[in-house]
Structures are given as C-alpha cells and as structure tokens.
C-alpha cells in the first residue's frame, strides 16, 4: 500500500508539472520564433506587441497579416543612429546569420515601392502601413491605432532603415523610437 501510495505521488507531481511547463515552454518557443525575425545582432530580446489575422484554415493560399513591434535596445539604437547605412547592410553580410533580409533603404519610403500604387491615375498614395496589412475589415483597437501611427511616422522620417524579408514581410528599424517593426501580409 505505501508503495502505491508513493507511486501515486510522483504521477500526480509529474502530471501537475507538465501541465504548469508545457504551456511555458510553448510560450517560450512561440517568443524565439518571433524574436527570430529580427537579426541576432541587433540583440532585441523584448516583444512589446503582436497581432495576427488569419483568414482561412492555415492551409496553403490562406492569408496571414500580422505585426510585432520589438523594443530595441538602447546600445543597438545608437548603433544604428550613428553607423546609418553602413551598419545595416552589415546585418545581411554573413548567410549564415538569420534572418536574411534585402537591401536596406533609409526612409521616407517612397510609397511605389514600398506597397500599393494605383497605376490607373498619377497619384502616388502616402506610405501607410494599412495599406500593406490591407486589414481586410478587421476592427482597429485604439492601441493598435497608435502603433500603426508609429510605424506611419517610421516609414515617413528620416533615419530609420527598411528593408524587405522573406516572403511578404518587412521591418522596419526605427532608432529614435527604439523600436523595430515587423509586418507581414501573405
């Protein structure tokens, strides 16, 4: 009886502590993902915000619009103020460091390249994020408001750094905010 009786103890605290880790290492596991579109090297390791919309099943051809907004560290954005186009680029010098991103352009982003352009008038549109998430009908919290007004200031000052990832996503490295942004529609 006493052996059961142990036994039963260590299967009752075995299942207790895979039910209070299992959601931990999960959540750890979905925060490395998501630090992983960042490069290494800017050493972020704060996510201050994220919102994903997925429209479908999550098969192929589904549409995923999301963003995370990253607190850059206050050593990386001086790196960036200061090094400027020079120290961004080095950020793709080596394949091995991932994730890899193209070239680098310094804002304001001209808005034919960086999303939607009516090519059926001469008007060029002003770069605004909503454009590129195309929200497709989705409520906008007042939170998520005042970020897609920041990352619209980002895309529109001078001294911060775009450049387009994989797939269709970007990021977006803001210095003077000490924020990076990541945006993906697709």
Not at 3 to 29: D, E, N, S
Not at 54 to 64: A, K, T
Not at 85 to 93: C, F, G, I, Q, T
């Amino acid at each position: 009886m006493a052996l059961w009786l142990k036994t039963a103890g260590v299967f009752t605290g075995a299942v207790v502590l895979m039910v209070v880790a299992a959601p931990l290492g999960c959540h750890y596991i979905n925060d490395q993902m998501q630090l992983g579109v960042v490069p290494r090297d800017l050493h972020v390791h704060r996510i201050l915000y994220e919102k994903t919309y997925v429209q479908g099943f999550g098969l192929p051809g589904d549409n995923d619009v999301g963003m995370y907004v990253f607190e850059l560290p206050e050593q990386a954005a001086r790196a960036i103020a200061s090094g400027g186009p020079s120290y961004v680029e080095d950020l793709n010098a080596f394949p091995d460091k991932q994730p890899w991103y193209g070239s680098w352009e310094e804002t304001p982003a001209m808005p034919q390249v960086w999303c939607c352009r009516d090519f059926t008038t001469a008007i060029v549109p002003p770069v605004a994020i909503r454009d590129f998430l195309d929200r497709s009908g989705h409520s906008v919290t007042p939170e998520e408001d005042r970020i897609l007004s920041d990352i619209d200031r980002a895309l529109t000052t001078p001294g911060n750094y775009y450049a387009n990832g994989k797939g269709s996503s970007r990021l977006i490295l803001a210095p003077a905010q000490r924020r990076a942004y990541y945006v993906y529609n697709g």
